[in-house]
Each structure stands twice: as C-alpha cells, then as structure tokens.
C-alpha cells in the first residue's frame, strides 16, 4: 500500500468539464494499470475508465465518448477529462493503483453535476 493522491472535483453545472488527476511513487506508478472509480450513496462502487501499464484504455458504457483517461508517467499522474457531465455522474471518484501484491487507493473526490 502506497500512498495515492486524487484530485480535481468540484460543483459544476449539466454540460460542464472537470479533469481529475491521481498521482503516487514512480515506480509503482508507472508499471501497474490505473482505474478510476465511482460511487453515489446507495450504490455499489463502479469502474468508470481504466489505463493499463502499455496505455491500452477500457471505459464503463455510461461515460463512454465523454471522458477520456490518460497517463503522464514522466509526472507520475493519471488523468480523467470528463466532458459534457450529466447530473448521474455525481459521485466520489476514486483511483486505484492495481499494483501486487492488494494495490492503493486515493482517498476519494467529490464531482458533483447540478442540473
């Protein structure tokens, strides 16, 4: 377990943009997939986008063509550029760093999409 810092949430009205980045060590960072998650009270926490080590990208239906996740290993960062946000995908994102031998987690950010 290392640590991982998400960040970039925020209030912002249907149609807007956000882009949440996760950051952590280098090394982990860079040979291990990173996924972005989400979760709204009630709910079961979902996988939103996932990058893998080589950059190959997998994306839930529901936001697919609207956002779009990428990494920077240089920066040690991964990003999530949400685009045309709905009010349905206010949650708390999460990153996770599928790392051996139980992986990492950020401590969560709030997106919140008004109508």
């Known amino acids: 377990q290392v640590p991982v810092v998400d960040s970039g949430g925020g209030l912002v009205q249907a149609g807007g943009s956000l882009r949440l980045s996760c950051a952590a060590s280098?090394?982990?960072?860079?040979?291990?997939?990173v996924g972005w998650y989400r979760q709204s009270p009630g709910k079961q926490r979902e996988l939103v986008a996932r990058?893998?080590?080589?950059?190959?990208?997998n994306y839930a239906d529901s936001i697919k063509g609207r956002f779009t996740i990428s990494r920077d290993n240089a920066k040690n960062t991964v990003y999530l550029q949400m685009n045309s946000l709905k009010p349905e995908d206010t949650a708390v994102y999460y990153c996770?760093?599928?790392?051996?031998?139980?992986?990492?987690w950020g401590q969560g950010t709030q997106v919140t999409v008004s109508p």
């Open positions: 996770n760093i599928d790392h051996w031998p139980s992986g990492s």
């Open positions: 280098g090394s982990i960072f860079r040979l291990n997939a």
């Open positions: 990058i893998s080590s080589s950059g190959s990208t």
